[in-house]
């Protein structure tokens, strides 16, 4: 089965101290992951993507297919980082058009 | 700012009377995408059109249709809803050529009330 799972509903942390958001996923082939991020009042974008291997907003993902996990990290957290935090897969790496997210994880940090 | 707009943000409809949610586009984007989200769950797709092929996921009730008369506009029609289509409908675009992932372009959503 397809899945993301996000384990944490909240995370709370105060500015300045590290982040890290957990995501797992079950797929069989080669899927592509993403994170993406909806701020208060705002729509969903995308943060960041596996493939591009590059740091937004001081955040990184590494996919790790041995443990199936892609976890967003930050070392030094800001208030203006406080957002929901949706995981995504894309199976096939793309070719279906379709992204698998997760329940998300409501970070919140606090001053 | 070309972007991805959603009408009504706020709709309220009676249980069983049909509703239609629109969704239109200035990004000129190929694919069109309508996700359910539900209260504290993840987003679901419901299906998309590929140009002007329609791709409904396999889980999709046949009460949800959807219309996508040109590339700006696509519309979700709820034939019967009911308590349980309560949601979050979001819509989305993206570029797709080659069976590359591109990213997907989220409009702000209209949340359904049925009553």
């Known amino acids: 089965a397809q899945r993301v799972t996000q384990p944490e509903k909240l995370l709370s942390v105060f500015k300045g101290a590290p982040v890290e958001l957990k995501c797992n996923y079950s797929?069989?082939?080669?899927?592509?992951l993403f994170w993406y991020v909806q701020y208060s009042r705002q729509r969903l974008q995308l943060l960041l993507r596996?493939?591009s291997r590059e740091s937004i907003k001081g955040f990184t993902a590494d996919l790790n297919k041995g443990e199936t996990s892609f976890h967003l990290k930050k070392p030094f957290a800001q208030e203006e980082d406080s957002a929901m935090y949706y995981c995504?897969?894309?199976?096939?790496?793309?070719?279906?058009?379709?992204?698998?997210f997760g329940t998300g994880t409501l970070l919140a940090v606090q001053p | 700012d070309a972007m991805v707009i959603q009408n009504p943000r706020y709709q309220v409809t009676q249980f069983g009377k049909p509703v239609t949610l629109s969704c239109s586009q200035t990004l000129n984007h190929n694919v069109m995408y309508w996700y359910q989200q539900k209260s504290s769950q993840a987003p679901k797709l419901l299906f998309h059109y590929y140009d002007k092929d329609f791709n409904n996921e396999a889980d999709t009730p046949d009460n949800f249709q959807s219309r996508r008369p040109n590339t700006s506009f696509c519309f979700l029609d709820i034939r019967s809803p009911g308590l349980g289509d309560a949601a979050m409908y979001l819509c989305?675009?993206?570029?797709?050529?080659?069976?590359?992932?591109?990213?997907?372009?989220f409009g702000p959503g209209t949340r359904l009330t049925v009553l």
């Open positions: 596996h493939i």
């Open positions: 797929y069989s082939g080669s899927p592509e």
């Open positions: 995504a897969l894309a199976p096939n790496g793309g070719a279906t058009n379709k992204l698998i």
């Open positions: 989305a675009t993206s570029s797709q050529r080659g069976g590359h992932y591109n990213e997907q372009f």
